[in-house]
């Protein structure tokens, strides 16, 4: 799915679908990368699969830590920014940056 955002500096961006990930085979990464747009279904995923380590109106994390750094749990991260949902990669809870 492809998107225009319009404004001042318009950019466009490739949405990427749910379903064409489920259908894919991949794991979420490498189908997905930090910064990639995603459907709202990618957010609804994250939220449901398991009770979620971080919920708020504009970001989702899955419940279950991908990895640890510095002793600290990083969990798969999408966030909305101007009504777009965003792939952040593995944060600590409650962030939108890669540690």
Request: hydrophobic share 40%; aromatic share 16%.
């Amino acid at each position: 799915m492809r998107r225009e955002r319009t404004a001042e500096n318009a950019v466009s961006f490739t949405v990427k679908a749910f379903n064409d990930w489920q259908g894919s085979g991949q794991e979420l990464t490498p189908y997905l990368n930090p910064g990639d747009a995603v459907d709202a279904a990618f957010a609804d995923w994250a939220l449901n699969l398991l009770p979620p380590a971080y919920w708020s109106e504009r970001i989702v994390q899955i419940g279950e830590p991908h990895s640890h750094i510095e002793g600290k749990p990083t969990f798969a991260t999408f966030y909305k920014d101007a009504g777009e949902w965003f792939f952040a990669g593995y944060c600590y809870r409650g962030r939108i940056a890669e540690p």
